[in-house]
């Protein structure tokens, strides 16, 4: 299917449930339904008071924040554990433990640990997706080709070479998932984080929505932001992800 298809079908797909939004409004005839006529006129006065754009910027930081330091520490668990089947036998369960503990559980232990502070946020937010990245890595690295071991060897490239020229390559496909599910993780813990214990964020005033039953609001911001990740999930991820496989081609 062509690129242009596949965008009119998505775009088709996308107005289909637009319709279904606007039959389901005009029948429940409630402001808790509100139709999208209604989510736009939120969205565009929250956009015009300057809150959902500043909104969006600090919680993005803390989406990029929390990103980045589970990624770097997870994929780094993940290696290693994945390389070392010793030590995967003594830490993996470590992963699985922290895997199955409730988010909300670490969230309000980091804020008890470390009080109500953007450390204690970001923390809460990195450690809820390290083990997500940790196990991705880890499969990934177990999976390696034995056989471009050898050659690595053979051509005497060392630790760090091996690691950049053999290693990293044939991991690409497994940190393009844990970024894409990573990406779709943090930010809805991020939004958790905020309502519980921050000032600011899309998360507070979705909470301060929340208390007034503004629907409209609520809807305005979730969609503004779900159309801000996606963006970088299309503009960004999938570029570099692209770019990073050529080899494999």
């Not at 990029?64 to 554990?81: E, H, T």
Request: glycine fraction near 6%.
């Amino acid at each position: 299917m062509s690129t242009l298809a596949r965008l009119l079908l998505t775009g088709l797909s996308l107005a289909a449930l637009l319709l279904v939004w606007q039959v389901a409004a005009w029948w429940a005839a409630s402001p808790l339904l509100p139709d999208p006529a209604a989510v736009v006129e939120a969205g565009m006065r929250a956009t015009q008071t300057g809150v959902l754009p500043s909104s969006i910027a600090i919680t993005l930081g803390r989406v990029a924040a929390s990103f980045l330091i589970a990624m770097v520490v997870g994929s780094a668990i993940g290696i290693v554990l994945g390389r070392s089947l010793a030590l995967n036998e003594v830490f993996g369960p470590w992963v699985i433990v922290l895997l199955n503990l409730p988010a909300l559980v670490v969230i309000i232990l980091c804020y008890v640990w470390f009080g109500l502070t953007e450390a204690a946020a970001i923390t809460a937010v990195s450690i809820n997706k390290i083990p997500n990245v940790a196990v991705t890595m880890r499969e990934g690295a177990a999976a390696l080709s034995r056989d471009l071991d050898e050659m690595a060897r053979v051509y005497r490239l060392g630790p760090l070479g091996t690691l950049r020229h053999v290693v990293l390559p044939q991991l690409v496909p497994f940190f393009a998932a844990s970024a894409r599910s990573g990406l779709a993780l943090t930010w809805k813990i991020v939004l958790v984080v905020e309502l519980l214990g921050r000032s600011n964020g899309v998360g507070f005033e979705l909470q301060t929505a929340f208390q007034l039953f503004d629907v409209a609001t609520i809807l305005a911001y979730a969609l503004a932001f779900t159309a801000v990740v996606q963006f970088i999930e299309v503009g960004l991820l999938q570029p570099w992800e692209r770019r990073a496989s050529r080899w494999r081609r």
